[in-house]
């Protein structure tokens, strides 16, 4: 007879027997305005998916090349055949056999846990090519997409609930639900909207004081840059402060920089945290531990479903590196295609390859169409009552502040809802665009925002925005005229 049995009692994966830090996360991304817009859309309702950073579930079309690659590579007897190059371009045959001459075992085979080793060297080479600095591919992984690497690193550093990651807010949910899962405690510091969601030092300085007062011994501080949800590029000058704030503070830096294709003003580019930091010299250069996260899913790539990523870390022990290396071999091995998909896209055609100028064509007209609605987005909700909204610098998100009326709030409490959630369940139901509230990313209190990614097909943009401004305007007016004095956290120069 077994032990235990009987029928009566609760069982282990009965919910309330569950492990309680599993039951502390949420992910707003996939929260209750994504299962409501999935039930509506059962029933029959066309729906905009505008919550997830998903670009060819809306439309985005893959690129040529690496598809060519990838297809050759997962079917490697079409290079046998004699009418191969008929259909394949040669660069993209070339590409194939490379790849697979690095993965003996072909695509099926699992691979180093840190992934194949002549890929991890491409991506060094591509580093130092943007950073102007050498890159060790014995210290960059290949992961499953840039979220499997980040909630490694986040494991690695939580010990217990006493620990504190610093996190920027508005954030990314990942964040708080892998620190809630794993343990720890998540540290907010609030980035300033009316600085363009800037970083106010002052404010950070006080935020990891009060941490440690209160026995939280914070260990690390992420960065989003470009930001998600909030569209800006850090400046060089916002990022020598940070790591001169993690030096002081002995913090290691987690650097999200998975939208560093993303940018839109050419007057604010991407900058690395790892070149910033190289350029600065010893102490720092030496002494801030830094781990920076890249991913297929993003850029003109928009690959999430590749699940692609890697990261690279910076001044961390040998012995905490081999650690790293252990808990990653307990998953065996990233997957393989994903890995290939990363090879590509830091080793593109160059000039001179048969396939450059339709990659550079492609590549070229994903971004500049991503500028262009970037700006529809922008100045559309701009031109909305009582809409306001930065423009989106990079990344692939609007962030529009909503300054909801006081009947407005007053109803979502009546309704049990977050005021924002209930805005944004309103705008669902009327018009079919399913966005993520701003209380999902974290926001200041009684400051009122969604989430909503500039990815629809362009030739939508219009009509979404029309859509939207008539659904806002309805809404206003039922919940009275609400004043448009400027408060809380607006930006002068932004029209109101």
């Known amino acids: 007879m077994f032990g235990g049995g009987g029928g009566g009692g609760r069982k282990p994966l009965d919910y309330e027997e569950l492990n309680e830090n599993v039951k502390k996360v949420q992910y707003a991304v996939r929260g209750e305005l994504y299962l409501r817009a999935s039930e509506l859309q059962k029933e029959g309702k066309k729906i905009i998916f505008t919550n997830v950073g998903n670009p060819h579930a809306l439309g985005q079309k893959p690129l040529t090349f690496p598809r060519q690659v990838v297809a050759l590579c997962q079917a490697p007897f079409l290079l046998d055949d004699p009418n191969v190059g008929l259909i394949f371009p040669a660069d993209a045959i070339a590409r194939a056999k490379h790849y697979l001459a690095m993965a003996p075992g072909g695509l099926g085979a699992y691979s180093d846990s840190r992934g194949i080793p002549g890929i991890r060297k491409e991506v060094a080479e591509f580093i130092e090519r943007r950073d102007g600095y050498p890159s060790d591919p014995e210290l960059i992984y290949l992961t499953d997409g840039a979220s499997k690497g980040v909630m490694q690193m986040l494991n690695t550093i939580i010990r217990n609930e006493r620990d504190g990651i610093l996190v920027p807010v508005p954030q990314y949910p990942l964040y708080s639900a892998a620190i809630s899962l794993f343990g720890g405690s998540l540290v907010p510091y609030y980035l300033e909207e009316e600085a363009n969601w800037g970083l106010d030092f002052v404010n950070l300085r006080q935020t990891v004081a009060s941490a440690r007062s209160k026995g939280i011994t914070v260990r690390a501080m992420v960065i989003i840059n470009p930001g998600n949800p909030t569209g800006q590029c850090l400046s060089e000058g916002n990022i020598k402060e940070l790591l001169k704030f993690c030096f002081h503070e002995n913090l290691v830096l987690l650097a999200d920089e998975v939208y560093q294709q993303n940018i839109y003003q050419d007057e604010r580019p991407f900058i690395s945290a790892r070149k910033v930091l190289f350029d600065m010299g010893p102490p720092m250069s030496r002494e801030v531990q830094l781990v920076s996260f890249h991913t297929v899913s993003k850029g003109y790539w928009g690959e999430c479903g590749q699940r692609g990523g890697y990261f690279e870390m910076t001044n961390l022990p040998p012995k905490t590196v081999d650690e790293i290396y252990k808990v990653a071999s307990i998953a065996l091995s990233p997957n393989v295609p994903g890995q290939i998909f990363m090879g590509l896209m830091v080793n593109p055609p160059k000039p001179g390859d048969i396939s450059y100028l339709k990659f550079s064509a492609e590549s070229k007209s994903i971004l500049e169409s991503l500028r262009r609605r970037a700006r529809l987005m922008t100045d559309g909700f701009n031109s909305c009552r009582n809409v306001v909204c930065n423009f989106t610098e990079g990344a692939m ?66 009509a979404i925005m029309t859509s939207f401004k008539k659904f806002n305007d309805t809404f206003m007016d039922q919940y009275d005229g609400y004043s448009r004095i400027i408060q809380y956290y607006i930006t002068p120069s932004v029209k109101t």
């Open 397 to 462: 998100y609007s962030f529009p502040q909503i300054r909801l009326p006081p009947k407005a709030i007053d109803a979502a409490k009546r309704a049990g809802k977050a005021a924002d959630v209930f805005y944004c369940l309103k705008l669902l139901e009327a018009t079919g665009i399913s966005t993520v509230p701003g209380s999902g990313f974290g926001q200041k209190e009684g400051v009122f925002h969604l989430r909503t990614t500039i990815l629809p097909a362009e030739e939508d943009m219009p």
